[in-house]
C-alpha cells in the first residue's frame, strides 16, 4: 500500500524516515540498521580528519550511497558563521547541496539559535544550498524559514537524544496547519516506535532520528520498528482515524441476541 | 616551510600541492574536503593549487552524525 | 524481521493482531481489510437469523476461514447464562471451542461484569472451551480468570468503540507484571495506529480490535496501519528502547569540529 | 402443529426434522447452530429430531461483531 | 468563598478532605498536618496492642475528636471475614458506626478484591455501618456497592502510596457520571496538590489520602497545599472552566491599537 | 502559612498570581474577581480613546490601585516599534516604569515574535523601563532577554485564550533549572485551578492569566480557585511532593493484623 | 489458667474478668476494643465477664492509618 | 485649523493647548495619555503646548486587557 513519498526541493525520496550515522556501536551494526531502516536518507556529520589516526575503516565504506543520499550538518556549530563554513565543507565532501543545517543555541539542552539559523539559513539559499533546518516548534520562526527559501521546516519533537517523544503535540498540529508549502519534518526526539507513529498521524511530513536507533538495544530491530512506525503512521494519518468518544459503540449488533 | 593543517604546524616541502600533501597523508581525495585560509578549495584545485609557508588548512571528512 | 507468534492454548497464530468483522461499510470492504490487517483470527457474533431476510449475502461467504481463524464472541450478553448458552452455539456453528467471552455489566460503557464472567469462565472451561475472555485492567479479576483456566485474559484499553487507547498505562504495565502464564491480548479501545504500537511497546501479547479499523474513513488503509503498528510496537518492545531523559545527547561527535 | 422459531410461534408438519425445517427455510445446514428447548443440537441430530408441538427453536448463525 | 460540604449518610462535613494518619515521622507532625489539612475526617487503623510495649504514647493523643470524627479502616484485611471482623472491633474501639472497607486482593499494588469487598459491605450494611469502600474504578461494581447500600464509593486514583495521581480520568468521569446519589470519594494514589484539584475539577465528591502528605519532605506544608488544591478544584468544578481550544483568542480588545 | 513573594526587580508583590481586566461580562464583575483573585498585578491594555463615546465608566474607576499595581501590555502590537511607542504611552498614563511587552509574531496563534521581542526588550531598558517580555519557551530565546536585562520571563504555557494548561512541561522545567536570576511567570493557557496548580508545582515564580478568569462561568468564583491553586501549587513545591512509584505502599501498618 | 491474648498463651488467675485484665496490662478501657473467642465484647460487659481457661482474646486499639 | 485626532482629521481653534482639548473633550488628564506627532508628551507639558496645524495627536487610555 502507497504511503507517498517525501519530496524536498522538487526531489522524491521513497522513505518518509531519514536516519543518523552517530552513536552506532560499530559501523556494521550502523549499515544493517540503515538497511533495516529502509531510509533513503542519512545524515552524516562534517569533522577534521584525525591526523593521528591514518588509514583504518572509514564511515562511508558502510554506506550505499547508490540507494540513499547523503544529509551533511552542521551539528556542533554554535554560529551562523560556524554553520556555513561547514556546511560549504560538506558541500564539496559530498557534492551535493543538501545540508542539514544546525546553529545551536544551548549546549545543555542542543535547543537552536533561531536567528543565528535564520542568517544562515539566508546566506547559504543564496548559494544555491537545499537547507533543511533543525529548529524547534516556534511557528514565527518556521515562517521566516520558509520565507527565507528553505527546502523544508524541522521541528524538535524532544531535546536531542532525549527519547520523550514530541512534547508539544498542540504546537506540531498548528506548525502543520500553517506551514504547507514545504514538508515539515520532525527531527529529535523520538525514543520509540510510537513516538515515530504519532508524529506520522498529526500529519507530518516525514521523521529523522538516531540516537533512538543507534541507542537501542538492538539497533537493527529498533531501525526496522522505525520505518513501520513511520508508514502505519502516515497510513493512519490518510485513513482517517475514528472520532474519540467517552462512552461505548457496540461493535456486535444489538438485534438478535439470544435470551 | 610551516603549514597549519587542521590547527597544528607542520613541515612540508616547499611549493608542494594540496594533493601531493593528500597522498603523503593517504587520504584519497574523493573523501575528503580542504578549507584553506579560511575559503574552500574546491576538489579540481587541489593539483594545481601549490601551499606556501603560514598557509592554515583544513582537513575534513563525513563521521557519523545525526 | 520475525515479531515472533501468539500462541494461545498451545497453538500459535502468525499475527498478534485479531480484528473483527463488525460495522464495516460491506461485506466487501470487511474482507479486504481483514486481508490487509494480515490477521490470522476474527472475531464474529452469534445471532438469531432473520428469517424474514430469506437468502442473501452471509457474513462467511467473506472470509477465508481457511486462512484465518473464526473467534466467535458473546458480544451483547448480560448474564453468564447467556453468554454461556451463546457460546455453546458459537461452537456448534464455528465447529471450535474457541470463545470471546463478553458478559456485559453497563450498557452505556459495555464495561464487563467480572462476578459473571468468572462464572461463565468457570463452566466454559469445564465444557472445554478455550475461553478468551473480555474485561477491564483489574488485576485481581485478571489473575481470577487466569486460574479459572482462560486461555488469555483480555483488558481493554478504552470503552468498546471509543477510539481513545490505553487510558490507564500504569495498571497493564502491572497487568503484564504479573500475568505471565497465559497471553495478555488488549481488547477494544484503540483508535489509531500509535494507540496498537503503544499497547505492544508495553509488552503485550495481542491486540484485539473492530471500530477503530472498521470505522476509520478508509478501513483497508487502517488495517494495514494497524498491522504496521503492531509490528512496529512489537519490534520497539523486542528491541529495548533508550531511556528517556530531560536533557540532550549529541548525535554527532563533539571533536573535530571546525572553528 | 405449532413450533416457536427465534421466539415466534409458527406452524410446522407434524414430525418434521429440523434438516427438513432448515430445508424450508433455505438454510444450509453447516452455517447455522440450533438450540433445541434451551439445549444445544448436535448437527448430527438434525435429521434424527423430529419436532414437537410447542418445541422452542432458536436458529442462529455468525454474523459481524467485534 | 463556599465549597458546600461533603455529606455522607446525611452527616455533612466541612472540609471535603480526608487524610489518613499513617508513615508520619512522629505523632507531632501528624497532629500539626492534620490541622493544617483542615480536614474533618481522618482515617485510623485497627491493630492488635502490642504487649512488648507497656503505656507510651498514644495515637488518640495526637487528634482532637471532638473536632474531626475518626474513620476506622480495614487495612491488611484479605478476606470478607477479616474485613468484618476489623470493622467490628473498629466500631467497638471507637463507639461509631463508620468504616473505611478495605478488602485486599493483591499484595504487590494493594488493589481491592471487589468480590470480597461486595460480600463485607452486605454483610457490614445488615449490621448498621455506614461503609465507605475503597475500591478501584469499575463502574459496575461501584454501581453494585451502591445498590448494596455503600454510604460513598471510593475509587481510588492509582496504587495506594504509588504518587501517581488520577490514572484514568476517563473512568472518573464515567463513574462520576453515573454515581449520583451516593458521594465519590477519590482514595489513593495522590501525590500532590495538582492531583487533588484534578480530581475534585473532575467532580469528585472529595480526596482521601496519607502518603502524598505523610510521606513528602515537609508534611505539614503538604498538608495546607492539599487543603487548599481540594477547594480550589472544588471551587473551579463550580465555576465552569473555559472550553479548550487550539488557537488564540485575544483578551485585550483588537480595536484602537496604536499603529 | 508563607509561599514567599513574587519580586520583580526589587520589589516585592504579596501574591504570585497576576490577572488581565479583559474580557469581563462588566467591570462589575471584574472588580469583585480581581479581589476574589488575591491578585497584586493586574495588566491593563493602552487604546485609543473612543471619541464617539464621551463620558462613560471608565476601567480604572474599577480597580483600586492603592492595593493593586497596574501592569500595561503592549498587546496588539506586531513590530517591535509599536510596542515601544505603546510602551511609552502606558507609562505616561499609568506613571510607572512597569511593562507587559508583547510583540505578537501570528495573527491566529498570538504566537510572541522573539526577534522584535529582543530588540523592543533592549531599547526599553535603555529607557529605564521594567520590562516583563511575554515569550514561548524557548530556552534560548529566554537567556538573551534576561542578559538584555528583563525583569523576568513570561513563557506561555500554551496560546492566549486557549485554556489547553501548560503543553510542554520538559520545557518549563529546563527553563526553570537555567533562568535563576529573574522570576519566571507563566503567562497565558491556563484554563482551571490544576493548570495553574502544576506550573507553581513545577516551581514557576508566579502566573498570570486572564480569559481563564474572565470567560468562566462564575469569574468570581474561579478567581477565588486560582488564588488557592496557586498557592497551593507553590505549597507543595515547597513542601517536596513524594516520588512516583509504580506499585504500592501501605499507608497502615502490617504488623498486628487481627487474622 | 491459661488464655490466649493476641496470639500468645499467657498465664491468668482464675475468674478475672476482663476489665481486670486490662488493668493489670495498664490499658485505659476507653482506647481499647476486645474480640473475645471471636466475636466482640462490648465495653459494658467488660467488668462482668470472667474469662475461662482457653479463652481467646484480641485486645485491639487505633494506629496511624490511611 | 486642523489637527489629526486619534487618526481623523478634526477643526480646532487656532493655538489651543492641548489640556484644553482635553476638557473640551470631557477627558480628565489624569486619566489619558498623549502621543503628539509620535512623540509622547510629558503631562506637565499639557497646559504649555500649544497645537498647530496639523499635529497628529494621539489620545489614549487604559481598557481592560491581559
Keep these: 500500500m502507497q504511503t507517498g513519498t517525501l519530496t524536498i526541493a522538487g526531489r522524491s525520496y521513497p522513505s518518509r524516515l ?9 559501523f556494521d551494526i550502523m549499515r544493517r540498521a540503515i538497511e533495516a531502516s529502509g531510509a533513503s536518507m542519512v545524515t ?17 565504506d558502510f554506506i550505499d550511497t547508490t ?25 564539496e ?3 551535493s547541496d543538501l545540508v542539514k543545517l544546525e546553529v545551536i543555541g544551548d549546549e545543555k539542552t542542543l535547543f537552536p539559535d533561531n536567528e543565528g539559523l535564520l542568517q544562515a539559513t539566508r546566506i547559504l539559499v543564496k548559494e544555491g544550498f537545499t537547507v533543511l533546518p533543525y529548529t524547534n516548534d516556534d511557528l514565527v520562526v518556521a515562517k521566516r524559514l520558509r520565507d527565507a527559501g528553505a527546502a523544508a521546516v524541522m521541528p524538535l519533537a524532544a531535546p536531542i537524544g532525549s527519547g520523550l517523544g514530541i512534547q508539544n503535540p498542540a504546537n506540531l498540529r498548528i506548525l502543520l496547519e500553517e506551514i504547507r ?11 520509540t516506535a510510537s513516538d515515530a507513529a504519532i508524529v506520522m498521524e498529526t500529519g507530518a511530513d516525514g521523521v529523522l532520528m538516531n540516537t533512538g536507533i543507534a541507542g537501542a538495544d538492538d539497533p537493527v530491530k529498533m531501525a526496522r520498528a522505525m520505518q513501520l512506525a513511520v508508514q502505519a503512521g502516515r497510513l493512519a494519518f490518510e485513513a482517517g482515524r475514528i472520532p474519540k468518544k467517552l462512552h461505548a459503540r457496540a461493535s456486535s449488533p444489538l438485534e438478535g441476541i439470544v435470551r | 616551510m610551516t603549514i597549519v593543517l587542521n590547527g ?8 608542494i600541492t594540496v594533493l ?16 584553506l585560509n579560511g575559503d574552500v578549495l574546491r576538489r579540481v584545485d587541489f593539483g594545481r593549487r601549490t601551499l606556501r609557508d603560514g598557509d592554515r588548512i583544513e582537513l575534513v571528512q563525513f563521521v557519523g552524525g545525526g
Excluded at chain 1, 80 to 91: F, P
Excluded at chain 1, 181 to 191: E, L, M, N, R, S
Excluded at chain 2, 21 to 30: I, M, N, W
Design chain 1, 67 to 91: 540507494r540513499v543520499t547523503l544529509l551533511p550538518n552542521t551539528a556542533g556549530c554554535y554560529t551562523a558563521d560556524e554553520a556555513v563554513r561547514t556546511a560549504r565543507l560538506g558541500r
Design chain 2, 8 to 15: 597544528e604546524d607542520r613541515e612540508a616541502p616547499p611549493d
Design chain 2, 20 to 35: 601531493a600533501l593528500l597522498e603523503t597523508l593517504d587520504y584519497a581525495p574523493g573523501r575528503v574536503a580542504v578549507e
Design chain 1, 44 to 60: 552524516v556529520a562534517v569533522r577534521r580528519v584525525d591526523l593521528s589516526r591514518r588509514g583504518g575503516e572509514s564511515l562511508l
Design chain 1, 93 to 95: 565532501a559530498g557534492l
Design chain 1, 18 to 26: 531519514i536516519v543518523g550515522t552517530g552513536k552506532y556501536p560499530d
Design chain 1, 181 to 191: 508549502d514545504v514538508p515539515v519534518i520532525v527531527d529529535a526526539g523520538v525514543g
